[in-house]
């Protein structure tokens, strides 16, 4: 059975630091997305990287895939408030149905 | 001009009820799903569809049947409701199913159906 182990699963930060966010795996997946969940709203998809070593960067955010395509990582630099909310990493498994398989999660609280 | 919706965002029922939750997508895309979110965000999939045929059929009790009766549309019933079912489930859809390269899987998910069992 894949999993995907994301750490930590809580981070209370205040306005303006940095912080990284690690989703960790023992398994190899062909790619891995990282979405972000608004309370009362669905997960919205932030970014999905491919290839080993791949560094994706969306304003603030970066975005790293592992060399051996087992582990990722979310770095925000200069957090703000409105960062605030639920971080899910997702792979694509290697079934044959290719399903994701979702991190449990990281709550992120930006305190102003 | 919502992309992915579901009805009702709110169940509240008895134990032993039976309920179903709607979803429609006006992507026009062929694949739905039906996730579920435990009380500590886990999200784990459940059922996916195809164009109208289903593709991903996880471990999840007969209780719950989905049904695809177009590709816009996803409907899940759940029979004899039980309190372990409280949780929020979350249709979505994507252009291909996930088991087709890496592009053009990307999910687009509803709001949420927050189901609650007493």
């Known amino acids: 059975t894949q999993l995907l182990e994301q750490s930590p699963q809580f981070l209370s930060i205040q306005e303006g630091e940095n912080l990284t966010v690690y989703c960790n795996s023992s398994?190899?997946?062909?790619?891995l997305q990282w979405y972000r969940q608004e309370p009362g709203e669905g997960p919205v998809l932030l970014v999905t990287?491919?290839?080993?070593?791949e560094v994706k960067k969306l304003k603030r955010l970066t975005f790293q895939f592992g060399d051996a395509r087992k582990d990722s990582s979310l770095h925000i630099t200069a957090a703000q408030t409105g960062d605030t909310g639920l971080y899910l990493c997702?792979?694509?498994?290697?079934?044959?149905?290719?399903?994701?398989?979702f991190g449990q999660g990281t709550t992120l609280q930006v305190k102003p | 001009d919502t992309a992915v919706s579901q009805t009702p965002k709110y169940l509240v029922t008895q134990m032993g009820n039976d309920k179903s939750i709607k979803c429609e997508q006006n992507?026009?895309?062929?694949?739905m799903y039906w996730y579920k979110q435990d009380s500590k965000k886990f999200l784990k999939i459940m059922f996916s569809?195809?164009?109208?045929?289903?593709?991903i059929n996880e471990t999840v009790p007969n209780r719950f049947s989905p049904k695809s009766p177009d590709k816009a549309h996803l409907n899940l019933h759940i029979n004899s409701l039980e309190l372990g079912d409280s949780a929020v489930y979350f249709c979505?859809?994507?252009?291909?199913?996930?088991?087709?390269?890496?592009?053009?899987?990307?999910?687009?998910f509803g709001p949420g159906t927050r189901l609650t069992v007493l």
């Open positions: 997702a792979g694509h498994g290697s079934s044959n149905t290719g399903k994701l398989i």
């Open positions: 398994s190899v997946f062909s790619s």
């Open positions: 990287v491919v290839t080993g070593g």
């Open positions: 979505a859809s994507s252009q291909d199913p996930p088991n087709r390269g890496v592009y053009g899987n990307e999910q687009f």
């Open positions: 992507l026009g895309h062929d694949t």
């Open positions: 569809y195809n164009n109208k045929e289903l593709i």
